[in-house]
């Protein structure tokens, strides 16, 4: 008997363990599309952007906004169902590891695709600037770039 509660115990722990980093419980932070468009804004007025390169950043928000919209849909489908696998797992005798690799791989998937798209969008960011604005963001991301090491130091 003993010997169960604790089993169960470590299997709760790892549960919660995989679903805290997911947001389980916190307050949820200020959405990627938000900061980026702040970021945007501030570099736009510090790079001096033409008419027309505003219009095309306006259009590379409006991108990232909706991939953003979309892939949080995904997050809140994504995280129903590794709970529903997990919940199911956890009732059986005996765990399929293969089964939770399985839907948890899919998540970690979804945002590597995320991540690529976020890089190609700041490349065609990157595309639309001339030599002058290039030195100046590369110039301003080094100021807005946080200090290397431990935090608080």
Avoid: Y
Avoid at 135 to 149: C, D, I, R, V
């Amino acid at each position: 008997m003993l010997k169960k509660l604790v089993i169960t115990g470590v299997i709760l722990a790892l549960f919660a363990a995989i679903q805290v980093p997911q947001g389980c419980g916190r307050k949820a932070p200020p959405r990627s599309e938000d900061k980026i468009g702040r970021l945007i804004d501030k570099l736009s007025d510090s790079l001096s952007l033409s008419g027309e390169q505003k219009a095309a950043v306006e259009t590379l928000r409006k991108e990232i906004r909706e991939k953003n919209e979309k892939s949080r849909s995904e997050r809140k489908d994504e995280g129903r169902q590794i709970d529903e696998v997990f919940k199911n797992e956890l009732l059986k005798d005996k765990i399929d590891p293969a089964k939770i690799n399985k839907v948890l791989d899919s998540a970690s998937e979804k945002r590597e695709e995320l991540r690529r798209f976020m890089v190609l969008e700041l490349a065609k960011f990157h595309a639309l600037l001339n030599a002058e604005q290039k030195q100046k963001l590369s110039k301003l991301l080094k100021e807005l770039a946080p200090e290397p090491g431990p935090a608080g130091k």
